[in-house]
């Protein structure tokens, strides 16, 4: 089991709870071209927040990995961690033994960087705007969208909406 973090640009990133989950679940489907674990065609921000986290936080796989002596070093075990890296955002898979310092470090960088994060609760856009989200599964938000759009029974009926 892991404790989950994202960054994000702020800047392409909806504010509204609703449509924040919704963009959040698009982007989680990791279905563009790109490789996941390496930064090419990531924002700078992004890209410095990488470098700097990785320093405290090594990368679990790919061209940033620690060599495979390090990896056998038990210090390090524990805080290596997966990262999925996009144009717009870094999701981070850290242990739960490391969550509580990782997400302080997390939260310390992003605002550093001029990203925003998310704890999987809350939306963080710098340290006095927090926005909770809905606690709803991909699955839940999007059949309740399905739901709003369709009009109900007699709409779907008489082809109104």
């Known amino acids: 089991m892991s404790a989950d973090l994202m960054v994000f640009d702020k800047s392409k990133a909806p504010t509204d709870p609703i449509e924040f989950l919704k963009w959040y679940y698009n982007k989680s489907t990791w279905q563009s071209d790109r490789d996941y674990l ?3 065609g990531t924002s700078q921000p992004l890209v410095d927040f990488f470098m700097e986290i990785i320093k405290e936080y090594p990368a679990m796989n790919g061209p940033f990995a620690p060599d495979i002596e390090s990896i056998d070093d038990p210090a390090l075990e524990s805080r ?4 999925t890296i996009d144009d717009d ?3 981070m898979g850290f242990a739960w ?3 509580d310092k990782a997400c302080e470090l997390v939260e310390e960088l992003a605002y550093k960087n001029g990203l925003g994060f998310y704890d999987m609760l809350n ?3 710098d340290r006095n705007t927090v926005i909770k989200t809905p606690q709803m599964s991909r699955e839940e938000l999007f059949k309740c969208e399905n739901k709003q759009n369709s009009g109900g ?3 779907r009926l008489f082809g109104k909406k």
């Open 153 to 155: 029974f007699f709409a």
């Open 38 to 40: 390496d930064i090419k």
């Open 97 to 99: 033994s490391a969550a």
């Open 80 to 83: 290596l961690t997966d990262y």
């Open 89 to 91: 955002l870094i999701y």
């Open 123 to 125: 939306i963080h856009l």
